[in-house]
Each structure stands twice: as C-alpha cells, then as structure tokens.
C-alpha cells in the first residue's frame, strides 16, 4: 500500500517506470521510479489501458499533448471508469474530449472532475461546465509556486 493506504497504479506511453527528473523536493516521492506505483499499465496498448481505467478512483492526467495523447480521454475511456471515480486534468486541456465530459457527468457516469486545464480555455461562459457541484474548475495555476515563479 502506497500513501494513505492507498494502491497507486499508473499508466505511461509504453508501460515501463520512468525516472523523474527535474525538480525534486529531497526526501519526497520517487525519484528513481522504483517505488511507487506498484503496477504500470501502458496508453499506446487500449487493452491495457481499459484495464488501468476502472481501478481508478482518482484519475490524473498530467501528461503533454502530442498527437498520441490528444482526446485520450474520450467516450471510450470514460466508460471504463468507475461511477465513482474522479477527474483531476492538470495537464493540457487537449487530453480529454470535454464534450464527452460533460455527457459523463450528465450521465452519472463518472462522479466529478477537477481541472486546472480545459479546451477550450478558458471554458466560456455559460459552458456546461460551469456552475455544478461536482466539478472545481481552477485558473490554470496547478504549478504556480514561490520557487517556479522566480525570475
């Protein structure tokens, strides 16, 4: 068990662990990525990845948009995600299919989302987005900290 007890699983492009690189508190998460998830699903293998989706309560996204991640998030993933699972999009807006989205939450298909991101951005008003209880919509700020904001 993983934080909080918590089983952390995770989906990369080709299945494998990858290394962190980059920024790194001292003493916290898993910079060689030998820890932590204990089971990593690929995103280029659909079978692989509607195994991955439905044993997500919490679904991140925070991968870039390339070509073969845009609208990863789509009708099709959706339905593989538990009723009660959330949504957290702090990556690029392009991942998910926001259309799709909404018709999940309209549908009580997924409990709610959390984004930093949208497409479009920023979602107009009076986007069916806006307004519901179950969904926090942020300013785009999910990496604004004192560190990554000195010049």
């Known amino acids: 068990?993983?934080?909080?007890?918590?089983?952390?699983?995770?989906?990369?492009s080709d299945g494998l662990?990858?290394?962190?690189?980059?920024?790194?508190?001292?003493?916290?998460?898993?910079?060689?990525?030998?820890?932590?998830?204990?089971?990593?699903?690929?995103?280029?293998?659909?079978t692989s990845l509607h195994c991955?989706?439905?044993?997500?309560?919490?679904?991140?996204?925070?991968?870039?948009?390339?070509?073969?991640?845009?609208?990863?998030?789509?009708?099709s993933t959706l339905s593989h995600l538990k009723p009660s699972s959330i949504l957290i999009n702090i990556g690029c807006g392009g991942l998910m299919d926001t259309d799709a989205?909404?018709?999940?939450?309209?549908?009580?298909?997924?409990?709610?989302?959390?984004?930093?991101?949208?497409?479009?951005e920023p979602l107009p008003q009076g986007h069916p987005l806006w307004g519901r209880r179950n969904v926090v919509v942020t300013p785009h700020l999910s990496v604004v900290t004192e560190r990554y904001c000195v010049s």
Not at 1 to 12: E, L, Q, S, V
Not at 56 to 67: G, M
Not at 104 to 116: P, V
């Open 52 to 75: 991955f989706l439905p044993q997500s309560d919490v679904l991140l996204l925070a991968a870039p948009l390339t070509p073969s991640t845009r609208n990863i998030i789509s009708r």
């Open 1 to 12: 068990m993983g934080t909080f007890g918590a089983r952390i699983i995770a989906a990369t």
């Open 101 to 120: 989205l909404v018709e999940a939450l309209d549908e009580g298909r997924i409990a709610g989302a959390a984004l930093d991101v949208s497409e479009p």
């Open 17 to 46: 662990p990858k290394k962190q690189e980059g920024f790194i508190v001292p003493g916290m998460g898993d910079p060689e990525g030998s820890a932590l998830p204990d089971t990593y699903y690929s995103t280029s293998s659909p």
